[in-house]
Structure formats: structure tokens, C-alpha cells
């Protein structure tokens, strides 16, 4: 019998682009291709590119370049994609180039490059119903649509991966209810755009077990809660309609947690981005979002240094965190993208303005996220165990998401198994994250 072909394969860039991963090794699998785990015993190897700042294009014609080294047979897909000529110009050797989403296309070259095997039958040969993940057994990320129909003047997603396309909610669904069958405890919901899944469908009425669910936002989470996972929305843009969502986090039926990336606090920097909800106040609705929810955790990212930042703006951005008490935040220096209007923008904010206005920022970020896990000190959380060691098990509560928040450390916890959804006491607080101990 032939032996079957292996694929190496090298995943970049953001949750999105793990799942467009899983999607490509998950047929591969059904062709009946092995995944090597090195480069050595790889037929041929896939990169999976990220294209979205320049640091992640450094990334990324690095690991072509690493791959091509260790190889030699490697082909090139994801978001850097888009640009061939740029990956040839610096890899010339690569078997083929293409771009985000297109993973017949991935397939295709694989198959072309390396053969699959004469025989071999995707209904007999093993594949797990809910596919190949990249993620740890308990949690797996669940993309709800393709593309964004924003023009955020720094960000050049649109033309990479097109405008908004939701998937129907059954598809979803049938998805998500298979992950959880095989193990999942927690189902991270993602997408360009949460907020506006369904647009394009015009919120078509779809089918999921027999029975009728529209491809909309609160319809969506509800049914998701179903399921009996955590649920974490992530990519949520302060909609009026997000409102709706709230209740449900009070209630339990999805997690507390909401994923909003609000980008700056100044409103004529949002103007000069061209965010949507720009116009909306979003101090009041936070406010009346934790009127709702006590428990709610909201995590953001920031851009400082944005093109005509001026001293003023900034001040208002730290005045918006201190108001705002935000729980968990990421901040970054505005960097130039190729192909972004932005860079079109006067007012370029100097390099050493950037770092100072960043360390800043954090500063003042660091010593509210410490006053907030403080006050988680002395209460009962539930958390989820991602691994455990000598010094314990490292857990996650119901506000931290996986490898961008905080953590829990169980010092009494070396026993527990990942996966396990167990009951602690916070015992101390830093920066950023928790240590406690099982309750009893």
C-alpha cells in the first residue's frame, strides 16, 4: 500500500486565521493526506500568512523563508497572499501563492504538488466529525462569517477579504452543536464584524434541528446558549442592537464577556478612521451595559500615535479609560499599512511621541485593571483549567479569554485535568491576573 502524502503546515496571524487553518487541514485529513508535525518529513509544507501591519508581513516572509530552508517545497496562503509579488520578490522559490479564503484553491496546489493517495475513502477513513483543530480539546474557536463592509481608513482587511459574508445560522449551529459532542466547554465566537452577522442574509430565517432560527445576532447567541458551553463573543462594535444581547449574559445563558474594539476615546480621531458607531456614546452605553450585567467583563484595543493626534486627543483617550474602567485592554503604536488610507492623513505623529504616549497609556491602563482583579479577591469564580504543572493548574474565569487576558493560577490544583470547569476562591490579585484556591 502507497504511503499517504504529508503535509507540514504553519499557521499565522489572528483566531480567524486559525480557522481558515482548520478548514484547509480538516479536508486535506478527508483526502486522506497525514500532517507531518516538521519540516523534514513534510511532502510538501503550507504557510498561512498574515498580511495586516508590517511587523506580521516580517512574520511572515520570515516563516516562508524558514519553511523554504528547512524544505524547500512550500506553498504560500492567507493574507499576505493577495501581494504574490511581493512573496516572490523575496522567495522566488515558492510552488504557488494564493489568497485569504481560498481554500480550494490551497487544496488544489497541495494535491497538484504532492499527489493524494490512489486510494482512499473520506466515509470510511478516520476524520472527527467537528474536524481538525489547532485548539486545545475544551475550547475552538467559531467563525460566523467572512469579510467587513467597514472602511476603517488604517485597516486594509476589506480589500483582502472582501465584503461581509455571514454564514446561514444552521450552518453555524450545525457546527457548533458537533464541537461541543466532541469535548468542547467553550465555543469563542468570532468574525470581522460580530455585530453585524446576518446583514447580508437580510436576517434569513434558516433551520437548525427542525427548528426555525434567523441568522441574526440575538437569535444566534440564544441558540448558542443552548448548547451548554461557555459562549464569548469576540469583534462586537457598539450596535444600539447589542443591547439585546446584554440580558442574556445577566441570565447566564452566554458569558459576561464582551470583545468591543473601541480603537480611541477621542471622537475626532474616531471621525478620522472612519469607525463605525464613531457618533455613538459609548460611555453611556457601557454604563447601561453594567447597569444591566454587573458581572460583565469588556476588553478593548487601542491605537495611539493615530495621523493627527494631537496632545488633546490623547487626553481625552486616557479621560475615556478612566470613565470608561475598562477590563482588560490591548494597546498599539499606530503603524503604517501599504494600501491604507491612512497613510494619505497629515499630522504623521512622531516615532518617540508614540512610545511615550504608549507607556503612558498602559501606565494608566495597568493600575485600573489592578484596582478591578482586586476587588475579585475573597470571591467564588468558576474557571476553566487550560493546564496544569508544578506550581498548579493555570485556569481562566468566565472574563479571560484564551492567550489575550489574564489567567488564574490554582496552586492546589496540580490534580485537575484541562477541560475541567471547577469552582475556586480568588486569593490574591496583581496587574493581571489571579491566583486562588479550590472551593470546598
Given at each position: 500500500?502507497?504511503?499517504a502524502?504529508?503535509?507540514g503546515?504553519?499557521?499565522?496571524?489572528?483566531?480567524k486565521?486559525?480557522?481558515?487553518?482548520?478548514?484547509i487541514?480538516?479536508?486535506?485529513?478527508?483526502?486522506?493526506?497525514?500532517?507531518?508535525?516538521?519540516?523534514?518529513?513534510?511532502?510538501?509544507?503550507?504557510?498561512?500568512?498574515?498580511?495586516?501591519?508590517?511587523?506580521?508581513?516580517?512574520?511572515?516572509?520570515?516563516?516562508?523563508?524558514?519553511a523554504?530552508?528547512?524544505?524547500?517545497?512550500?506553498?504560500?496562503?492567507?493574507c499576505?497572499?493577495?501581494?504574490?509579488?511581493?512573496?516572490?520578490?523575496?522567495?522566488?522559490?515558492?510552488?504557488?501563492v494564493?489568497?485569504?479564503?481560498?481554500?480550494?484553491?490551497?487544496?488544489?496546489?497541495?494535491?497538484?504538488?504532492a499527489?493524494?493517495?490512489a486510494?482512499?475513502d473520506?466515509?470510511?477513513?478516520?476524520?472527527p466529525?467537528?474536524?481538525?483543530?489547532l485548539?486545545?480539546?475544551?475550547?475552538?474557536?467559531?467563525?460566523?462569517?467572512?469579510?467587513?463592509?467597514?472602511?476603517?481608513?488604517?485597516?486594509?482587511?476589506?480589500?483582502?477579504?472582501?465584503?461581509l459574508?455571514?454564514?446561514?445560522?444552521?450552518?453555524?449551529?450545525?457546527?457548533?452543536?458537533?464541537?461541543?459532542?466532541?469535548?468542547?466547554?467553550?465555543?469563542?465566537?468570532i468574525?470581522?464584524?460580530?455585530?453585524?452577522?446576518?446583514?447580508?442574509?437580510?436576517?434569513?430565517?434558516?433551520?437548525?434541528?427542525?427548528?426555525?432560527?434567523?441568522?441574526?445576532?440575538?437569535?444566534?447567541c440564544?441558540a448558542?446558549?443552548?448548547?451548554?458551553?461557555?459562549?464569548?463573543?469576540h469583534?462586537?462594535?457598539?450596535?444600539?442592537?447589542?443591547?439585546?444581547?446584554?440580558?442574556?449574559m445577566?441570565?447566564?445563558?452566554?458569558?459576561?464577556?464582551?470583545?468591543?474594539?473601541?480603537?480611541?476615546?477621542?471622537?475626532?480621531?474616531l471621525?478620522?478612521?472612519?469607525?463605525?458607531a464613531?457618533?455613538?456614546?459609548?460611555?453611556?452605553?457601557?454604563?447601561?451595559w453594567?447597569?444591566?450585567?454587573p458581572?460583565?467583563?469588556?476588553?478593548?484595543?487601542?491605537?495611539?500615535?493615530?495621523?493627527?493626534?494631537?496632545?488633546?486627543?490623547?487626553?481625552?483617550l486616557?479621560?475615556?479609560?478612566?470613565?470608561?474602567?475598562?477590563d482588560?485592554?490591548?494597546?498599539?503604536?499606530?503603524?503604517?499599512?501599504?494600501?491604507?488610507?491612512?497613510n494619505d492623513?497629515?499630522?504623521?505623529v512622531?516615532?518617540?511621541?508614540?512610545?511615550?504616549?504608549?507607556?503612558?497609556?498602559?501606565?494608566?491602563?495597568a493600575?485600573?485593571?489592578?484596582?478591578?482583579?482586586?476587588?475579585?479577591?475573597?470571591?467564588?469564580?468558576?474557571?476553566?483549567?487550560?493546564?496544569?504543572?508544578?506550581?498548579?493548574?493555570?485556569?481562566?474565569?468566565?472574563?479571560?479569554?484564551?492567550?489575550?487576558?489574564?489567567?488564574?493560577?490554582?496552586?492546589?490544583?496540580?490534580?485537575?485535568?484541562p477541560?475541567?470547569l471547577?469552582?475556586?476562591?480568588?486569593?490574591?490579585?496583581?496587574d493581571?491576573?489571579?491566583?486562588?484556591?479550590?472551593?470546598?
Amino acid at each position: 500500500m502507497t504511503e499517504a502524502p504529508k503535509v507540514g503546515f504553519v499557521s499565522l496571524g489572528c483566531p480567524k486565521a486559525l480557522v481558515d487553518s482548520e478548514r484547509i487541514l480538516t479536508q486535506l485529513r478527508m483526502d486522506g493526506y497525514e500532517i507531518s508535525p516538521d519540516y523534514g518529513g513534510a511532502d510538501v509544507v503550507v504557510v498561512n500568512t498574515c498580511g495586516f501591519i508590517d511587523s506580521a508581513k516580517a512574520e511572515s516572509l520570515e516563516a516562508i523563508g524558514e519553511a523554504l530552508e528547512a524544505n524547500g517545497r512550500v506553498i504560500v496562503t492567507g493574507c499576505m497572499g493577495v501581494d504574490e509579488a511581493e512573496i516572490r520578490a523575496l522567495h522566488p522559490r515558492v510552488l504557488a501563492v494564493t489568497g485569504p479564503q481560498q481554500y480550494e484553491a490551497v487544496v488544489g496546489e497541495v494535491h497538484r504538488h504532492a499527489p493524494p493517495p490512489a486510494v482512499h475513502d473520506p466515509y470510511i477513513d478516520l476524520v472527527p466529525p467537528q474536524g481538525i483543530k489547532l485548539t486545545p480539546r475544551h475550547y475552538a474557536y467559531l467563525k460566523i462569517s467572512e469579510g467587513c463592509n467597514h472602511h476603517c481608513t488604517f485597516c486594509i482587511i476589506p480589500s483582502m477579504r472582501g465584503r461581509l459574508a455571514s454564514r446561514s445560522a444552521g450552518d453555524v449551529l450545525g457546527e457548533a452543536e458537533r464541537l461541543v459532542a466532541a469535548g468542547v466547554k467553550e465555543l469563542l465566537v468570532i468574525s470581522q464584524d460580530t455585530s453585524a452577522y446576518g446583514v447580508d442574509l437580510k436576517y434569513k430565517l434558516d433551520f437548525w434541528d427542525g427548528r426555525p432560527v434567523r441568522s441574526r445576532m440575538k437569535e444566534l447567541c440564544a441558540a448558542l446558549g443552548s448548547l451548554g458551553a461557555w459562549v464569548r463573543l469576540h469583534y462586537v462594535y457598539p450596535y444600539p442592537h447589542v443591547d439585546e444581547i446584554i440580558p442574556m449574559m445577566a441570565d447566564g445563558l452566554i458569558l459576561p464577556y464582551l470583545d468591543v474594539p473601541f480603537q480611541h476615546g477621542s471622537p475626532r480621531v474616531l471621525q478620522r478612521m472612519k469607525r463605525p458607531a464613531a457618533a455613538e456614546n459609548n460611555l453611556e452605553r457601557i454604563s447601561r451595559w453594567r447597569e444591566i450585567c454587573p458581572e460583565l467583563t469588556i476588553r478593548s484595543t487601542f491605537i495611539v500615535g493615530f495621523p493627527g493626534e494631537t496632545d488633546e486627543d490623547f487626553d481625552v483617550l486616557l479621560d475615556f479609560l478612566q470613565q470608561a474602567q475598562l477590563d482588560r485592554v490591548g494597546c498599539f503604536t499606530y503603524s503604517p499599512v501599504a494600501g491604507a488610507r491612512a497613510n494619505d492623513l497629515d499630522g504623521a505623529v512622531p516615532d518617540d511621541t508614540k512610545e511615550e504616549r504608549w507607556h503612558r497609556f498602559m501606565q494608566v491602563q495597568a493600575e485600573i485593571s489592578r484596582a478591578r482583579l482586586q476587588n475579585k479577591v475573597g470571591t467564588r469564580q468558576q474557571v476553566l483549567v487550560d493546564e496544569t504543572g508544578d506550581e498548579g493548574a493555570i485556569a481562566r474565569s468566565k472574563a479571560d479569554a484564551p492567550e489575550i487576558d489574564g489567567v488564574v493560577l490554582i496552586r492546589d490544583g496540580k490534580h485537575l485535568a484541562p477541560g475541567s470547569l471547577v469552582e475556586v476562591i480568588v486569593e490574591d490579585s496583581d496587574d493581571y491576573d489571579l491566583t486562588a484556591r479550590l472551593a470546598v
